[in-house]
């Protein structure tokens, strides 16, 4: 079974622009989270989807937003992008809510 | 609000010692624990989980042990290798929610 994708791996952009993030989770899981990582910070929980719809919201500014399609896939929009937005974004599936993530290699930003 | 404490948040340890990482937990309701391994530029991967109606799960050199009254749950990693030198994460779940401590770098020195 293949595992979690996220695209693209790597992604340079400039203060003020937006970014979409995508990520493909494995077949036949329903729950995907997306993460913030930073060097010091942990995995800083930023939203989960289920069945197409936002479950659990962690603390990020509303410049960060997701949706999830139908097929599970999900997709991770951050907007009038900062400094700070920069990072390894990690995106996770799993069958049920609060059952076992299985991550993708993440998505690192630098935002100049 | 951080429900998941995890300590140390760095780790040295000589190639063949004992590695142990503690977490300690705040809410009862939490019913699945979980560890996670990630090496540079790669996502966590799933090392080893507990479940608290045991104390104590072995998977090779990889032991969760498990205090229920204490709320606390920790990794050994026996006969450490250079190969393990990763960051740990601990994390504890219940339904529509998983919570992950800090993380700890574990460098084990040949």
């Known amino acids: 079974k293949a595992g979690v994708t996220q695209t693209p791996r790597y992604l340079i952009k400039t203060r003020g622009q937006q970014v979409t993030l995508s990520c493909s989770p494995i077949?036949?899981?329903?729950?995907v989270s997306w993460y913030q990582q930073t060097p010091g910070q942990g995995l800083q929980f930023l939203f989960e989807?289920?069945?197409?719809?936002?479950?659990n919201k962690g603390n990020f500014p509303g410049r960060f937003s997701g949706r999830q399609f139908s097929n599970s896939r999900s997709e991770m929009n951050v907007s009038t992008l900062e400094l700070g937005d920069s990072a390894l974004y990690l995106c996770?599936?799993?069958?049920?809510?609060?059952?076992?993530?299985?991550f993708g290699p993440g998505t690192r930003l630098l935002v100049l | 609000q951080q429900q998941v404490k995890q300590s140390p948040q760095s780790l040295i340890v000589q190639k063949g010692g004992i590695s142990i990482i503690n977490c300690a937990y705040e809410?009862?309701?939490?019913?699945?624990f979980p560890w996670y391994q990630q090496f540079p530029g790669k996502g966590p991967a799933l090392l080893i989980a507990?479940?608290?109606?045991?104390s104590e799960k072995k998977e090779g050199r990889f032991t969760i042990s498990f205090n229920k009254s204490a709320k606390q749950f920790s990794l050994h990693i026996m006969d450490s290798q250079p190969g393990d030198s990763a960051t740990y994460f601990c994390?504890?779940?219940?339904?529509?929610?998983?919570?992950f401590g800090a993380g700890t770098r574990l460098t084990v020195k040949p």
């Open positions: 996770a599936s799993s069958l049920r809510q609060g059952w076992t993530q299985y």
């Open positions: 077949s036949g899981h329903r729950s």
């Open positions: 989807y289920f069945s197409e719809t936002q479950r």
């Open positions: 809410n009862t309701a939490f019913d699945y």
């Open positions: 507990i479940r608290p109606d045991v």
């Open positions: 994390a504890a779940s219940k339904t529509n929610d998983m919570r």
